[in-house]
């Protein structure tokens, strides 16, 4: 399984940036797509996740209403929508995929088998 992510960047705060995950290897419709974020020293932080097969998706309560997690099937990529950025979301981004993920462990990064390389999202002040 290999995870490509892009689109990070460098944006003013109140600004947004959509990131993308493409996703290769084998089929994911059992698995589940996570979004998180770490900065220096800090424990990587939950963002957001997706069940590919479903839909349902579940996201951090200090991103709600501000990012939104999707996906494309055909193009076998996840997207997170980033919008009405702050300072405070700046961040190394990460996508990930498990699998037998129930909802309410979607936000724990350890239920995660594959990481892709991570993006940079800077928001300046």
């Known amino acids: 399984v290999q995870l490509q992510a892009c689109g990070g960047g460098l944006v003013q705060a109140g600004g947004y940036l959509r990131l993308s995950c493409a996703a290769s290897?084998?089929?994911?419709?059992?698995?589940?797509m996570g979004w998180f974020r770490q900065v220096p020293e800090k424990e990587r932080e939950f963002v957001g996740a997706?069940?590919?097969?479903?839909?349902?998706?579940k996201h951090a309560d200090s991103v709600k209403g501000r990012f939104t997690v999707s996906r494309d099937n055909a193009k076998k990529t996840v997207y997170l929508q980033m919008n009405n950025l702050k300072p405070e979301d700046t961040a190394v981004y990460y996508c990930?995929?498990?699998?037998?993920?129930?909802?309410?462990?979607?936000?724990?990064?350890?239920?995660?088998?594959?990481w892709g390389q991570g993006t940079e999202v800077t928001v300046s002040s």
């Open positions: 990930a995929a498990g699998t037998g993920i129930i909802i309410s462990s979607m936000s724990s990064h350890r239920n995660y088998d594959y």
């Open positions: 290897g084998r089929t994911f419709s059992s698995y589940t």
């Open positions: 997706i069940r590919w097969s479903t839909g349902i998706s």
